[in-house]
């Protein structure tokens, strides 16, 4: 691009928007809804006018054609699953009654009915409801949400583009229904589902639609060549639909590889790309000989990160795709979902360093400031230009991004530092003469619940209407009161509840130099779970013990084994905002450094036993293959760096959630943790069969509690899952214990869900006993 390009018809648009509000109103909403304080009309409404305002909003910053249909009371996939009607059977009821509480019902699970698996949406912290297909599915098309969010864009005299997930995409993400043989693969239902597509897609050209994007990730990843033979059978089955809108097919997160020349050669009428952490496109775009006569739309703002955009780097992209399609426009390199709202909200970070950050609403002045480049020159936006040059340059020489102690010590490590003293059979038997724990111990995964009255606490010291004392003696009692719950119920290891964590990665963010947080920064995980996502802007270091105080503390109440409760180095760059001017595994282990310091702290203030949670360490993996070899070797590197400096007799835990672990078998085994717990409830107990099949050798946790569903498990359950779990698992290696942390739900459910997985762990024991 230069100054005097000639004008080209270059448009600014994105593919989603974050949901939420602007002061978290749609969670608001949903959740007074499930108490009842809410009615459906009422959530209904805040739901119509966050959707209005986000609109709005994008069009007076200048984008050309907002999205409509990425909006979601609770998840994009579930929305296309009630789309598509693959209701599950046990649903089907529900949803016919009342068509909001049955959505919330595959998404929450009723006490008599288990809701949809939730896992990970690709190597996001995002989490989407598995699909659950088989033989016996039949599709159904309902587009009735679909339509209704496009006219309600159209009414507002918007260029509105509906943003749906692709019928390959929702295929490739589904898994076997319950009952249904594990080997059968969702792909082949793929003629199945293509007419409800076809009608769906005859319904929004009908209700004033130019443009329909499908969002097609899935094919980022490494696929097979029937796979991709699907995807090109489906568009251009769909292509050659006489009675539909132009067709964009989008993909993000990274190169599309093989898929691309499928796409390209597909009678569709564009293409979305991913320009930022998949620069491979641009030479994959022009090999194929680019998109002559098709709209490419590109992605060059990164839609995952909160860093502000090189503009003239992006600049010069998009004048090189100038010529590899009909028309070029700018976009994120995928939904803005993933990052917070408006960096402007943010009053506890100096100016210089605000400036160095992007939200949403800076992503879309970034995406319209390159369309304004790209199509009237980059005289028109001279000014933009010289300020993005200034800033990046203050970012680039700040003292903030380079502590040479920091470096010093992690280029000073060694492959010793990040082995244990002994082999993990030796560490075993030290453990067990220490602990003294019965077959089956039980155990939960750290938090309790956080309660409105330990929020009120935390924002009253905030606000300085209460002092710390008065705020410390609060958090006192409610350590009380989780460590003498957990003793009548008969735990075995304990842990102190994490009253005074406001999230696990803030919490250490926090207290950790080269971590900035922000007050405003919320991004949805799931459902009405949202996070604040620290910045992880320098060098890391730990200037002082971070958690030994409140884990001594809940040890002195007990004889019991309190646990010491920490967060790995991959989750902390994980569910961060990461710098982006360094190697990812240089950070981790800046971090994992700091963690060992605290480890080690821990153990010499009497805790022995210690969780370093990694449940990010799958969500993390890069999604093609070959970049996965160098990913593990730093990550699994990073975790036992945190990890080893511990004597033999000190049992270290780690845990994970929500994520498929087959990939990872391996990467868990090189850890080294002696003990590891992970999500297992609504996927049946699969990752025991998994350990079992690669022949894991540590003591493992598959949980047998929900813990994202607010009905109770009853003995019974949990007894028939921990069974299950001794198929694969011998019972000398088995823990009983949750899903997750306890954090999300109440006081009454944790309690009697608890109790129950306690009698459980007891009656498989006399069971074992007398076998």
Same mark, same amino acid.
């Given at each position: ?40 009309? $009422? +959530? ?21 054609? @907002?999205?409509?249909? !990425? ?68 599709? #159904? ?61 005859? !319904? ?17 990843? *490494? ?39 499928? =796409? ?23 090999? @194929? ?28 992209? =998009? ?9 070029? !426009?700018? $976009?994120?390199?995928?939904?803005? +979902? ?25 992503? %879309? ?12 020159? #980059?005289? %028109? ?9 200034? *800033? ?18 992690? /280029? ?22 220490? =602990? ?6 039980? #155990? ?12 009120? /606490? ?99 109440? #007990? ?26 595994? !240089? ?25 370093? &949670? ?5 969500? %993390? ?5 070959? &970049? ?41 085994? &090189? +850890? ?48 028939? +899952? ?50």
């Amino acid at each position: 691009m230069t100054a005097k390009s000639a004008a080209v018809a270059a448009r600014a648009t994105v593919y989603g928007y974050p949901r939420q509000g602007r002061n978290r109103e749609l969670k608001k909403a949903v959740e007074g809804y499930w108490k009842g304080r809410v009615s459906a009309d $009422a +959530l209904r409404s805040t739901a119509a006018e966050l959707r209005r305002s986000n609109w709005q909003q994008l069009s007076q910053a200048g984008i050309d054609e @907002v999205p409509t249909g !990425d909006f979601s009371y609770y998840d994009h996939v579930l929305d296309t699953t009630v789309m598509v009607g693959a209701i599950p059977a046990r649903h089907r009821a529900a949803v016919e009654a009342d068509a909001l509480d049955g959505l919330f019902a595959m998404a929450r699970g009723t006490q008599d009915v288990a809701p949809l698996e939730m896992t990970k949406w690709f190597d996001t912290n995002y989490h989407y409801l598995v699909p659950e297909l088989g033989p016996e599915t039949v599709f #159904t098309a309902n587009s009735a949400k679909q339509v209704a969010e496009l006219k309600e864009a159209l009414a507002l005299g918007l260029a509105a583009r509906p943003v749906l997930v692709g019928p390959v995409t929702y295929l490739l993400l589904a898994k076997p229904a319950p009952g249904v043989p594990a080997d059968f693969e969702p792909l082949t239902l793929l003629d199945r589902l293509l007419p409800v597509y076809a009608e769906v897609l005859s !319904d929004l050209r009908a209700a004033g639609a130019e443009w329909v994007q499908l969002d097609e990730p899935a094919l980022v990843q *490494d696929r097979t060549s029937a796979e991709l033979d699907a995807a090109g059978h489906a568009y251009r089955e769909l292509g050659t639909l006489a009675d539909r809108p132009k067709l964009l097919v989008a993909s993000y997160f990274d190169r599309l590889g093989e898929a691309l020349p499928v =796409l390209a050669r597909a009678p569709i009428e564009g293409l979305a790309l991913d320009f930022t952490g998949a620069a491979a496109n641009l030479d994959a775009l022009a090999a @194929v000989g680019g998109l002559p006569g098709k709209r490419l739309i590109a992605g060059v703002v990164n839609g995952r990160n909160i860093w502000i955009n090189d503009l003239e780097t992006s600049l010069s992209v =998009l004048g090189t795709l100038l010529g590899l399609a009909d028309r070029v !426009d700018v $976009a994120a390199s995928c939904s803005l +979902l993933h990052v917070p709202l408006d960096a402007s909200a943010e009053r506890d970070i100096a100016p210089q360093i605000l400036r160095w950050l992007a939200f949403a609403r800076q992503k %879309t002045a970034e995406i319209v400031t390159l369309a304004k480049g790209l199509a009237q020159g #980059t005289d %028109t936006i001279a000014a933009e230009l010289a300020a993005n040059r200034a *800033d990046l340059a203050s970012r680039a020489g700040s003292p903030i991004t380079h502590d040479p102690v920091v470096r010093e010590r992690a /280029a000073a490590v060694t492959d010793a530092d990040g082995r244990r003293s002994q082999a993990y059979a030796e560490r075993a038997d030290a453990q067990r003469a220490h =602990l003294g724990l019965p077959l089956l111990p039980t #155990t939960t995964i750290g938090s309790f619940p956080q309660t409105g009255e330990l929020r009120v /606490a935390r924002a009253d010291l905030r606000a300085r209407r209460i002092d710390t004392a008065g705020y410390e003696e609060r958090i006192r009692a409610e350590i009380q009161e989780v460590i003498s719950f957990q003793e009548k119920a008969g735990l075995d290891v304990l842990v102190h509840g994490e009253a005074e964590r406001n999230d696990m990665v803030q919490y250490f963010a926090e207290q950790l130099n080269g971590y900035l947080a922000t007050q405003h920064g919320w991004v949805q995980s799931y459902g009405t779970r949202y996070v604040r996502p620290p910045i992880l802007a320098g060098d890391i270091s730990r200037p002082e013990p971070m958690t030994v105080r409140w884990t001594a503390y809940a040890q002195s109440l #007990t004889a019991k084994p309190v646990k010491g409760m920490l967060t790995g180095p991959v989750t902390m760059l994980a569910w961060s905002f990461v710098r982006d001017d360094q190697p990812l595994g !240089d950070t981790a282990r800046q971090v994992a450094l700091a963690l060992r310091d605290e480890v080690n702290d821990l153990e010499a203030a009497g805790s022995s036993v210690i969780q370093v &949670d990694e449940p990010a360490l799958r969500e %993390t993996l890069p999604l093609r293959a070959a &970049d996965r070899p160098v990913y593990l070797a730093w990550a699994t590197e990073a975790f036992r760096l945190s990890t080893s400096g511990v004597r033999p007799d000190t049992q270290i835990h780690t845990h994970m959630c929500y994520a498929e672990f087959g990939d990872i078998v391996q990467a868990i085994d &090189d +850890l080294d943790a002696d003990v590891i717990s992970l999500e297992a409830a609504r996927s049946h107990m699969q990752v025991a069969r998994e350990l079992a099949s690669h022949g894991y050798p540590r003591e493992a946790g598959p949980g047998v509690y929900d813990i994202h569903s607010p009905r109770v498990p009853s003995a019974a359950e949990a007894a028939a +899952l921990l069974r299950t779990g001794l198929e694969a698992i011998p019972a000398e290696r088995l823990w009983v214990n949750p899903d997750c942390g306890l954090k999300t739900r109440g006081w009454p459910e944790t309690r009697a869900s608890l109790e129950n997985l306690v009698a459980a762990a007891r009656a498989v024991r006399a069971e074992l006993s007398t076998s």
